[in-house]
C-alpha cells in the first residue's frame, strides 16, 4: 500500500495532445462549460476538450442539483411525496405529478374518476404546451435569438394564470394527486382556456416564421448533432428526442392512460425537413409540432369535460396502504418517459421509490453527438436535448 | 428603512464620516483661497505692468522657496511627514520655475498670467464644484428622478453645449481676425511661432480690459484649439453611446413585447443611461489576478480611443468636421480597425478560456469582413473621384436621385454589401460572435466589469454611429436633403437658415440618417439569430469577397463608359440611374411605412403587457 500516491489534485492536462507543426505549437485545451454558463440549462457542467473551436470531447458532469429526492420518498406518504416530484422537471409538474399518481393508483388498485382523468389530461397537455414554449424560446436563445425567449414566455404567462386559478401555484403545482386532482377547475374555466387556446394556436406559425424557417436559424440546427434512430434507441432516448429521431413511440399511445385513447391526435416525428433525420432541428421542430396536437387534445378534453359532471377525487387518495408489491409505471412526460419505480412492504410508506428521469437518459448521448463538432454547435445540441437539471439530478 | 436597521448593510464608520467632512471643508476653503489669490493677483498684474518679470520672478519661484524653507522646520517640529514632503515639494516647484523663467526666452507676463492669475482661479472654481456636487449629490440624483426638473436640465444642458460651442466659434474666428488684422499684426512673431504677440494684441485691449488679450493670445495656437475641440468631439460621442443604449432597450423592448426602461427620469426612463453609467463607475475594480494586469487596463483605452479618433475626420456637414483630411476614408477605416487590437488583447489578458474564445473569433471575423468592407467602399470612391468625404458629398447635393446608392446598379449592391460587412466590423448581431453570450458566456469582455467594461460599450456604440455616418456620407447623400439643395432658401435671416438647416443641408439631417441606419441595425439584432464562425468566414471570403470584386470591376467599366465620349451608354445610364432612384423610393417609402405602421399598431402588434389580450381584463 505503500506504494500508492494520492494526488490531491490530478493534473486534469496530462494527456492533452501537444503538437507542433512547424513553428506552429498547437494544443488541446480542457474548458469548463457550466455549470455557471448561460446555456447549459441551469447547472450543467460539461468538461470539453478542445482543439481551437473544435470540440474533441465532451464530458457531462451532473450532481449540482441533487437534493434526494428519492431517498425522501421513502420516508413520507405517498400523497406527501407529491410535492418533491413537483421539483424534479420544474418546467412540467403536472406530468410528475401525474406519473407518482398513477404509480401508486396501479400499485393500490385506486379508482380515478372520470372527470378527474379528463382534467388531468387537459392539464399535463397544458403543462407540456408551457414546458414546450420554455424549452423552444430557450433553444432560440441559445442561437443568439432573445425575442422568440420573450414571446415563449408572454404566452406561457398565461397558462401559468389558468394553472393558478386552479391550484394557486405557478411552478410547483401538486396538482395532480394520488385519487384524482386537489380541486375541481374554477368557474369559467372552459371557457377561458378555450379562448386561450384561439389566441395560441396562430401564435405557433408566428414561431415558425420568425424562428423555425429562419434562414440562419436552419443554417445552425440541420445537419449538427444528428442522432440516428438506431443511436437513439440504443441510447435509451425518449420523448422528443427520440421522435426527432423519425421513431414513432409515445406511450400516449402504446399504453394509454388517463383515457389517451379516447383523443384523437397525431405523433409528430423528424422528417429530416431541412437536412439529414434526427439533427437538432427535427428535435426542436417535433416539439413545435407536438404543441399543436396538445392544443388538439385539449381542445377535445374540454369538450369532454363540459359533459363529464361527478366526482374530481377518489375519496380516500391520502390514506392509501401500499401491498407488499412492486411496481415501475411510466408515462410520456414533456422531456420523454418518466417512470417511478415503487416497492411498497404493507405500510403507508414506500419501501422504496426510484424515479427514471427522461433527462437524465437523454443526456448520457452528448458526448455520443457533441464529439468532433465545433464549439457553437454544443448549445445547440444540448438545447435540442432539452434537459432540465432538476429531473436529472433529482 | 433606514440603513441601520438593514444589518448587512454596515453603517459608515464615524471616522470616515468625519474625514469626509473635513475633505469637504478643504475642498471650500481651498476653492475660496484660490479664488481670492487668483483675483489679488489679477489686481497685482492690473496695477504694476512694468516690472513684471520680477513680479513673477518673485511670486513663483522665491515665495515658494521661502514657504517651503519656514514649512520644513515646522514640519521636522511636529514629526508630520505631510508638512515636510509639502516643504520640499515648494521648493522644487519654486526653483523649476524660477529656473524656466531664468533660462527661457519665454515672456514672463504671459506664463504669470496663466499661472497666478488663471491658474488659481480655474482651480478654485474646479474645487467649488466639486465640493457643491458633493454637498448637492443627494438632491441631484432626486431631481434626476423627476419628471419635468430631468427634462429640463435635459434641454438645459444640450442648449448649453450649443451655445458653449457657438462661443468657442466665435472666438477662434475672432482670433484668426485679428491675426489677419495688418493694422494690428506686426512682423514680430512669438517665440512658439504664433502670428501675435502679447504687445500686438494689449494695443487691441487697452486699460481694463488688458487681462482680455492674455487668455486670447494661447487660442492662436492649433494645439490649443484642438485640446478644446477634442474635448466637444470627446462629449459628443459619449453622448451617442448613452442614447443608443437607451433607443436600443426601447427598441428591443418594444420588439420583444415590453416596455423596456420606464422609471429613470420620468419620461420613459430617459435617463436609464446615466444611471447605469453611474453605477458602472462605482463599482468594484477588478483585475483577475492571474492576467496580465497592464494588458487588462489598456484593452479597453485601446478600443475606445481609436473610436474617438474615428470622429476626428467623420464630418457632420460641409463645415462641421474636426479635421478635414483629403484621406479621410482611409483614416476612418484605420482607426476602427485598430478597435479590433483592444478587443484581442482584453481576451488575451483576462486569462479566462472563454475570453481567449472572444478575442480569436475577432481576429478570425476581422480578417475575414475588412477586406469586403474596404472593396465595397471602392465603389463609391471611383464613382466620385475623390477620398475627401467632404468631396465625395458634395456630389450628392442634387436631391434624392443625385444619391451615389441609385448612381448605378453596383453602387446599390456596394451599399448592401458594406452594411453587411460593417455589421459585422461593430460585432453586432447576427456577427456578435466574439461577445456571443450564449457561447462564450460574455467573450472577449467576460472578466471586464464597471467602468472599463462600459468603455467597451461606449467603443461598440460609437463604431456602430461611425459605420453608420460613413455609409450615409458615401451612398445616401450626406448632409444633404431628398431635395436639390438649390432649391434652398439663400436668405441670411434665421427663417431660411432654419429651413435650409432642416430639409436640406446641415448635421441635423446627417444624424437623423445615422439614426435610420442605426435604427436598422438594432432591428436587425433583435430579430435575427447568431451566426456560426465558420459561417461568417465563408459568408465573408466565399460570398461578400468575390461579390464586392465584382462589383468594383462591374463599377469601373461601368464609368469607363458612363461619359459623354459614349453617348448612347451615357442615356442608358441615366435611364438606369433614374429606375434605381425610383427603386430607392420604394424602398424608403416603404421603410418609413413599415415604421409608422409599426408604431401606431404597436400594441396590437406585439401585444405590450400581454394582459391586453388577456380573457376578462
Known amino acids: 500500500m505503500a506504494d500508492t500516491v494520492l494526488e490531491s489534485r490530478p493534473d486534469l492536462n496530462l494527456d492533452v495532445v501537444r503538437d507542433e507543426i512547424g513553428d506552429v505549437r498547437t494544443e488541446e485545451m480542457l474548458v469548463n462549460m457550466g455549470p455557471q454558463h448561460p446555456s447549459t440549462h441551469g447547472v450543467l457542467r460539461i468538461v470539453l476538450r478542445t482543439d481551437g473551436e473544435m470540440v474533441l470531447e465532451a464530458v457531462p458532469h451532473i450532481g449540482y442539483l441533487h437534493r434526494c429526492a428519492e431517498k425522501i420518498g421513502e420516508n413520507v406518504a405517498p400523497y406527501q411525496y407529491i410535492p418533491y416530484t413537483d421539483r424534479m422537471d420544474y418546467l412540467a409538474g403536472m406530468n410528475n405529478n401525474l406519473a407518482f399518481s398513477l404509480a401508486i393508483e396501479a400499485l393500490t388498485g385506486l379508482e380515478v374518476p372520470k372527470r378527474a382523468q379528463v382534467i388531468r389530461v387537459i392539464f399535463a397537455e397544458m403543462n407540456r404546451i408551457a414546458s414546450h414554449l420554455v424549452s423552444m424560446g430557450a433553444y432560440g436563445l441559445d442561437m443568439g435569438a432573445f425575442t422568440p425567449f420573450l414571446y415563449a414566455f408572454r404566452e406561457r404567462e398565461r397558462i401559468l394564470d389558468l394553472f393558478e386559478a386552479s391550484c394557486g401555484a405557478r411552478l410547483t403545482y401538486s396538482y395532480i394527486t394520488i385519487g384524482g386532482v386537489t380541486d375541481d377547475v374554477p368557474e369559467r374555466f372552459i371557457d377561458v382556456c378555450r379562448e386561450y387556446l384561439d389566441y395560441f394556436e396562430p401564435k405557433i406559425a408566428e414561431y415558425n416564421n420568425l424562428l423555425s424557417f429562419n434562414h440562419i436559424f436552419v443554417k445552425r440546427t440541420a445537419n449538427v448533432g444528428i442522432i440516428s434512430a438506431e443511436k437513439a434507441i440504443n441510447w435509451g432516448l425518449s420523448g422528443p428526442s427520440l421522435r426527432g429521431s423519425g421513431v414513432k413511440w409515445d406511450l400516449r399511445k402504446v399504453h394509454p392512460d388517463c383515457g389517451y385513447d379516447e383523443y384523437d391526435f397525431d405523433i409528430p416525428v423528424g422528417q429530416g425537413l431541412k437536412g439529414q433525420l434526427g439533427d437538432c432541428w427535427d428535435r426542436y421542430f417535433v416539439r413545435i409540432q407536438e404543441m399543436q396536437q396538445s392544443v388538439r387534445i385539449v381542445r377535445q378534453a374540454l369538450d369532454k369535460l363540459a359533459g363529464t359532471p361527478g366526482e374530481y377525487k377518489h375519496k380516500s387518495g391520502k390514506s392509501v396502504k401500499l401491498p407488499k408489491d412492486e411496481i415501475y409505471y411510466e408515462i410520456e412526460g414533456a422531456r420523454g418517459q418518466l417512470g417511478f419505480f415503487i416497492q411498497g412492504d404493507g405500510s403507508q410508506i414506500p419501501y422504496r421509490v426510484k424515479a427514471r428521469g427522461p433527462s437524465y437518459c437523454n443526456l448520457s448521448i452528448t458526448n455520443e453527438v457533441v464529439k468532433d463538432c465545433l464549439l457553437a454547435d454544443v448549445p445547440a445540441i444540448i438545447g435540442s436535448i432539452d434537459v432540465v437539471m432538476g429531473e436529472v439530478d433529482r | ?617
Open chain 2, 1 to 617: 428603512m433606514s440603513q441601520a436597521t438593514i444589518p448587512w448593510i454596515e453603517p459608515v464608520p464615524e471616522k470616515r464620516v468625519a474625514m469626509r467632512r473635513k475633505a469637504l471643508l478643504v475642498l471650500f476653503g481651498g476653492g475660496l483661497t484660490a479664488l481670492i489669490v487668483g483675483c489679488v493677483m489679477l489686481g497685482v498684474f492690473r496695477a504694476l505692468p512694468d516690472q513684471v518679470g520680477t513680479i513673477v520672478f518673485i511670486l513663483a519661484g522665491v515665495l515658494p522657496i521661502l514657504g517651503g524653507l519656514g514649512l520644513i522646520p515646522l514640519g521636522l517640529l511636529n514629526g508630520s511627514v505631510v508638512l515636510t514632503t509639502l516643504g520640499f515639494a515648494q521648493i522644487g516647484i519654486g526653483a523649476l520655475v524660477g529656473g524656466l523663467l531664468k533660462a527661457t526666452p519665454i515672456d514672463p507676463l504671459v506664463v504669470g498670467v496663466l499661472l497666478l492669475v488663471i491658474g488659481p482661479i480655474a482651480a478654485g472654481l474646479a474645487m467649488l464644484t466639486a465640493a457643491g456636487v458633493i454637498v448637492a449629490f443627494k438632491q441631484v440624483v432626486q431631481l434626476l428622478l423627476m419628471r419635468w426638473t430631468a427634462l429640463i436640465l435635459f434641454c438645459g444642458g444640450i442648449v448649453s453645449i450649443i451655445l458653449l460651442v457657438w462661443a468657442h466659434a466665435f472666438v477662434f474666428r475672432y482670433v484668426a481676425q485679428l491675426a489677419n488684422d495688418t493694422t494690428l499684426n506686426t512682423s514680430a512673431t512669438t517665440t512658439f511661432g504664433g502670428d501675435l504677440t502679447i504687445a500686438e494684441l494689449s494695443t487691441r485691449f487697452s486699460g481694463n480690459w488688458r487681462p482680455v488679450a492674455f487668455v486670447l493670445w494661447p487660442l492662436q495656437f492649433g494645439l490649443i484649439r484642438d485640446l478644446i475641440a477634442m474635448g466637444g468631439v470627446i462629449g459628443f460621442i459619449s453622448i451617442i453611446p448613452l442614447y443608443t443604449i437607451w433607443w436600443e432597450r426601447k427598441v428591443a423592448g418594444r420588439i420583444q413585447s415590453r416596455l423596456g426602461p420606464m422609471r429613470v427620469g420620468g419620461w420613459h426612463g430617459w435617463a436609464q443611461s446615466f444611471a447605469d453609467g453611474m453605477k458602472l463607475i462605482c463599482k468594484e475594480d477588478f483585475v483577475p489576478p492571474e492576467g496580465d494586469g497592464t494588458l487588462f487596463r489598456l484593452a479597453p483605452y485601446l478600443a475606445f480611443v481609436p473610436a474617438i479618433c474615428a470622429f476626428i475626420a467623420l464630418p457632420f456637414a460641409t463645415t462641421y468636421v474636426f479635421r478635414d483630411l483629403d484621406v479621410a476614408l482611409l483614416f476612418i477605416l484605420a482607426m476602427l480597425g485598430i478597435e479590433v487590437l483592444g478587443v484581442i488583447i482584453a481576451g488575451w489578458a483576462s486569462n479566462n478560456k472563454w475570453s481567449v474564445y472572444g478575442a480569436m473569433r475577432e481576429a478570425c471575423q476581422m480578417v475575414s469582413y475588412e477586406i469586403p468592407m474596404g472593396m465595397a467602399l471602392l465603389v463609391p470612391v471611383m464613382t466620385a473621384g475623390a477620398l475627401r468625404l467632404t468631396d465625395i458629398a458634395k456630389l450628392q447635393q442634387d436631391g434624392f436621385g443625385s444619391w451615389l446608392a441609385w448612381n448605378n446598379p453596383f453602387c446599390l449592391i456596394a451599399f448592401f454589401c458594406y452594411y453587411t460587412a460593417s455589421l459585422a466590423s461593430c460585432k453586432r448581431a447576427p456577427f456578435d460572435l466574439p461577445e456571443s453570450e450564449s457561447e462564450l458566456v460574455a467573450g472577449f469582455h467576460t472578466e471586464y466589469s464597471g467602468f472599463r467594461w462600459s468603455l467597451f460599450f461606449f467603443a461598440e456604440y460609437a463604431a456602430m454611429f461611425a459605420v453608420s455616418g460613413l455609409a450615409v456620407i458615401l451612398f445616401l447623400g450626406a448632409w444633404y436633403g431628398p431635395l436639390p439643395l438649390s432649391w434652398a432658401p439663400a436668405g441670411n435671416d434665421i427663417a431660411s437658415a432654419v429651413v435650409r438647416g432642416l430639409l436640406f443641408d446641415g448635421p441635423i439631417l446627417f444624424i437623423l440618417k445615422c439614426g435610420l441606419l442605426l435604427y436598422v441595425q438594432i432591428w436587425i439584432r433583435w430579430t435575427l439569430p447568431r451566426i456560426r464562425i465558420d459561417q461568417v468566414l465563408y459568408a465573408c471570403i466565399q460570398v461578400l469577397l468575390p461579390l464586392t470584386m465584382l462589383v468594383v470591376l462591374g463599377s469601373t467599366f461601368w464609368l469607363l463608359f458612363d461619359n459623354s465620349a459614349h453617348p448612347a451608354f451615357e442615356s442608358f445610364a441615366k435611364v438606369v440611374r433614374g429606375l434605381l432612384s425610383l427603386v430607392g423610393v420604394v424602398i424608403s417609402i416603404a421603410i418609413a411605412g413599415f415604421i409608422i405602421f409599426g408604431f401606431v399598431n404597436r400594441r396590437r402588434l406585439v401585444g405590450t403587457l400581454a394582459i391586453e389580450h388577456f380573457p376578462g381584463s
